[in-house]
């Protein structure tokens, strides 16, 4: 486990593990869905792996209420995944939190600190074309050194 783990939303962690999580989603009241896929590749080349996913349908962060999915990369919280109920004012809410997520409504903005990205597509879901185009509202945490592990691991997923 890294000595600096990042934080995400609350007292969600990167590295925390799959059963760490589930407590603490259990403590706080929320059911979570767990899906997991093991793969054990055939070649010696790339070494077994375990991804699992917790779902949270109706997860509250701050005021604002939406879905939850947490995504691990064996047993270690890599990604948060929130899509809010109310978009545009969770943005604003997050910004006023010191998150400096840039405007930006032709696609996703990104804003890393550390170990930390933040990336959101809420400016541009919130537009006309986005709206035109269905996209659905995120705002996702991950942890860069996970995310890097996972694409020197080989083919994953």
């Known amino acids: 486990m ?7 939303m609350g007292a969600l962690r990167s590295y925390d593990s799959v059963a760490a999580v589930q407590t603490q989603l259990a403590q706080g009241g929320y059911t979570a869905e767990l899906s997991t896929i093991e793969r054990k590749p055939p070649s010696h080349r790339y070494p077994p792996y375990r ?10 962060h701050g005021a604002y209420e ?4 947490l995504e691990f990369f064996n047993d270690r919280l890599y990604q948060a995944y929130f ?3 109310q978009p ?3 943005l604003r809410w997050l910004r006023g939190r010191g998150f400096a ?3 930006k409504r032709t696609g996703r903005s990104s804003l890393t600190q550390g170990h930390l ?6 400016d541009f879901a919130s537009s006309d074309v986005g709206r035109a185009m269905l996209a659905k509202p995120f705002v996702m945490w991950e942890d860069l050194r996970l995310v ?3 694409q020197e691991w080989g083919p994953v997923f």
Do not use: C, H, W
């Open 66 to 69: 939406g879905k939850l999915t």
């Open 83 to 85: 899509v809010p109920a």
């Open 51 to 60: 991804n699992d996913t917790l779902a949270v349908s109706k997860y509250t």
């Open 101 to 103: 997520l840039p405007v």
């Open 148 to 150: 890097q592990q996972m």
């Open 117 to 122: 990205r933040i990336t959101t597509n809420i």
């Open 88 to 90: 545009a004012e969770y």
């Open 2 to 8: 890294a000595a600096e783990r990042v934080a995400f």
